[in-house]
T-cell receptor, first 109, second 114 residues
Framework: QKEVEQNSGPLSVPEGAIASLNCTYSDRGSQSFFWYRQYSGKSPELIMFIYSNGDKEDGRFTAQLNKASQYVSLLIRDSQPSDSATYLCAVKGGRKLVFGQGTRLTINP | DAGVIQSPRHEVTEMGQEVTLRCKPISGHDYLFWYRQTMMRGLELLIYFNNNVPIDDSGMPEDRFSAKMPNASFSTLKIQPSEPRDSAVYFC????????????FGEGSRLTVL
């Protein structure tokens, strides 16, 4: 079992709709959870982090964490074509930050 | 700040040749990471340094790979000899605090081994 699993997609969402990206992790002792966005041909950049169970909102982005289910999600409201990218879930247990394979998201105008 | 600087941006070489990738981290960042990204395996951590000292190199695939950090502003990742399966994008990233989990990535070095 991979340490961090994501549906690779592609996930296609119409402009203005909510995009929902999911991630599961295997290490129950993981403490910190991150979402990175990577545009095609570019490097990953951090967009959200969450440490506690529940929801964390930042503008159009909401990160959700459920440690009991070992599940992290990212919701993007009012999706824009500029949100089209690959979204990488990253989980930190001990000293390492482990990335999932990423979900490719396409927002259709 | 200029961000993390990597060179070269693109490298095409033949199997068996030595490849050296270079990285300059953000000034003041104590942690430096080397990642490799491929379609098949995603983003994999190869090695990371803290204050120029290698802390975890368990991700280095084999002895053909080596990394050094002679000072706080420079690191190299060397592959000798290179093989076609080493073709990937190699990212260098730096971080102020390991606990924070926020990595600042360079633009990457795209390596193609023929």
């Amino acid at each position: 079992q991979k340490e961090v699993e994501q549906n690779s997609g592609p996930l296609s969402v119409p402009e203005g709709a909510i995009a929902s990206l999911n991630c599961t992790y295997s290490d129950r002792g993981s403490q910190s959870f991150f979402w990175y966005r990577q545009y095609s041909g570019k490097s990953p950049e951090l967009i959200m982090f969450i440490y506690s169970n529940g929801d964390k909102e930042d503008g159009r982005f909401t990160a959700q964490l459920n440690k009991a289910s070992q599940y992290v999600s990212l919701l993007i409201r009012d999706s824009q074509p500029s949100d089209s990218a690959t979204y990488l879930c990253a989980v930190k247990g001990g000293r390492k930050l482990v990335f999932g394979q990423g979900t490719r998201l396409t927002i259709n105008p | 700040d200029a961000g993390v600087i990597q060179s070269p941006r693109h490298e095409v070489t033949e199997m068996g040749q030595e490849v050296t990738l270079r990285c300059k981290p953000i000034s003041g960042h104590d942690y430096l990471f080397w990642y490799r990204q491929t379609m098949m395996r995603g983003l994999e951590l190869l090695i990371y340094f803290n204050n120029n000292v290698p802390i975890d190199d368990s991700g280095m695939p084999e002895d053909r790979f080596s990394a050094k950090m002679p000072n706080a502003s420079f690191s190299t990742l060397k592959i000798q000899p290179s093989e076609p399966r080493d073709s990937a994008v190699y990212f260098c990233a730096s971080s102020l605090m390991l606990a924070a989990g926020e990595l600042f990535f360079g633009e990457g070095s795209r390596l193609t081994v023929l």
